[in-house]
């Protein structure tokens, strides 16, 4: 019984940083780059990752984000570009918002918020 319970113990505690990688972030900070390449993805680079990450495209639907929301959320990032405004852009599930995945490996934001200040 003693080495079934310590069998179990051992599992659960390899398993646990597995199963509390992720979390919804809130990522704060300014955009520096915004870009759209030539099929019409487009990438930022939010302060709070230090490297490009895709939101959309432009064109199509990207992991559930359509072209609709994406040209909002192109225009917010153009508003805080060009008036260097702070930015929330909201991920469901990752673990930190310096570890984001780069470029099109990044997941779908939730949203893309632009502030005031």
Not at 36 to 42: A, K, L, Y
Not at 43 to 58: A, E, K, M, T
Request: with cysteine; charged share 10%.
């Amino acid at each position: 019984m003693k080495k079934l319970l310590s069998k179990t113990a051992l599992v659960l505690l390899l398993l646990s940083p597995v199963m509390s990688q992720a979390a919804p972030q809130w990522c704060r900070g300014t955009i520096e780059n915004l870009w759209t390449n030539s099929v019409g993805d487009v990438f930022v680079l939010p302060s709070s990752r230090g490297q490009h990450v895709q939101i959309c495209n432009v064109k199509a639907t990207w992991k559930e984000i359509d072209p609709t929301t994406c040209m909002m959320w192109v225009s917010h990032a153009q508003a805080a570009v060009t008036g260097s405004k702070q930015t929330i852009i909201h991920y469901a599930d990752v673990p930190s918002c310096s570890s984001v995945p780069q470029y099109s490996a990044a997941p779908a934001p939730v949203y893309l918020m632009l502030n005031r200040q």
